[in-house]
């Protein structure tokens, strides 16, 4: 049973499904929580350099936002050259962008789930060796959950379908100014999911 790390969920499936279900915390929302602090240390260091650089020092800064966020692999040489100006600015940011790009590679290497566990805790003991601001909470968030963490990496599985089937069902109800009738609902999600196979 894959799902995010609120433990109503996690408990309701071990209720429902006994001991032996194997509960998997869904690689996105682990993401989301040390790309997060990664953002929190960027949006303190963007307006610590608001505040110290000339206007038109900070300005080549502009698009920082994204170019931290995306994948570094994707990034061209404008990109890169944008990014090497705001980590020389603020080196902090850059040891805690780094290391949340580490853990990223960890979670896209394909491996079992000791060896996924021995990496993470050798990434936790070079967060605090290095003493890299903004991961405290995330930190402890991998002490507690780091099992249902793991366990990803035995079938590196994720609730990816699920979300995006969600996001579907929000939006065409948005769409619709909400939809009253069941059947109609299922009728408009068909055609939103099959449509275009259907009557292309």
């Known amino acids: 049973m894959c799902s995010d790390l609120y433990e109503g969920y996690t408990e309701a499936a071990r209720e ?44 080549k800064l502009k698009g920082s936002m994204w170019l931290v966020r995306k994948d570094p692999d994707t990034l061209d040489e404008e990109d890169r050259a944008t990014l090497r100006l705001l980590f020389t600015y603020a080196p902090a940011l850059f040891l805690t962008y780094a290391l949340g790009w580490a853990l990223t590679k960890i979670f896209d290497t394909p491996q079992t789930k000791t060896e996924a566990e021995e990496r993470i805790r050798a990434w936790i003991r070079l967060v605090k060796e290095t003493k890299a601001e903004g991961f405290d909470r995330f930190m402890n968030t991998l002490d507690e959950k780091m099992d249902l963490i793991t366990n990803y990496f035995i079938r590196r599985q994720n609730s990816g379908f699920v979300e995006g089937l969600n996001h579907k069902i929000r939006v065409l109800l948005g769409r619709c100014y909400g939809v009253f009738n069941r059947v109609h609902l299922f009728q408009r999600l068909s055609l939103d999911l099959g449509g275009y196979e259907q009557f292309a």
């Open 16 to 59: 429902v499904f006994g001991e032996n279900v194997e509960v998997v915390a869904d690689r996105f929302h682990v993401a989301k929580l040390y790309r997060k602090e990664v953002d929190t240390l960027r949006k303190k260091e963007m307006g610590r350099l608001k505040r110290e650089l000339e206007e038109e020092e900070y300005k």
